[in-house]
């Protein structure tokens, strides 16, 4: 759970390798439909120990309230499953950044309304993407984010969920592809506890992180560390890239085949400091030609790939 992964992430070392390969978080986003009892079944049959869902449609501003229904089912599933942490992604229809008010306020609103969700699941995490400048500039969306965190929180006093600002690939006016932006976004946030970051590998790639060296790696590290502190990050989504470093567009691919590549994986999934982070599979969902999960099959290369 984050929190346990915070006190992880501060002890810096365990015990060994081989325990550490066993601790590791690795998970993918599963589908809801039917009831959220079914993301559980087919995590497990994936081969997750941790799993991400979404709370209602992603793609639709409202959605019915949850049911008590609904709520008992899915803390019977938790109860019942070994996935844990469960980790949330938020509408992608939301933008903080906007520089119109009227969408500033539909945001918060909606995001409260996630928040409230989470709640009442007990996850203690959501995922959500910063947000767009689009023609304002991007000193006004970072504020503009900040402000409407603060009033999201207002508006949920008392919540123990943490919103995680995930990093971004950069594409147009999205902020978030550089640490800076996030360092810049918790520092004007009233509640620091409350929020902390999501890093996606596909993302940070996109943007120009290249972490596929070992020396890469430990530059980039040392740079999350300078800006935003490692504290800070509560979750990972590992996917590839289907393009280069650097261009700035967001499209997933396979563990080890894209322009990532396995090498560059193998780095976070043999970090110590990140044991007990939830990673999480965001790639291409099916089989491939001979029947395969993917999901299963890039969570094997993740465990084949820590020492």
Known sequence: MPRAALGLLEKRKVSSPTSGAKRLKLGAHMSVAGGFQNAFLAGAAAGCNCLQIFVKNQRQWNAPKLRHEQVVDYVEAARQSSLSPVVAHASYLLNLAS????????????????LRRCEAL?????????????????????????KSLNAVHNRSSGFRTRILLETTAGQGTSIGHRFEHLRDILGLVKAPGRVGVCLDTCHLFAAGYDFRSPTGYKAVMDDLERTIQLRNVHCIHVNDSKRPL?????RHEHIGKGEIGA?????FVNDTRLIGVPMILETPKGKDDRGRDFDRMNLQRLRRLAR
């Open 99 to 114: 520089p119109t008010a009227a969408t500033r306020r539909r945001s918060v609103s909606a995001l409260v309304d996630e």
């Open 122 to 146: 007990g996850v203690e995490s959501l995922v959500l993407h910063p947000g767009s400048h689009l023609d304002s500039s991007l000193a006004a969306g970072v504020k503009n984010i900040a």
């Open 246 to 250: 650097g261009s700035r567009v967001d």
């Open 263 to 267: 090498r560059g994986f193998a780095h």
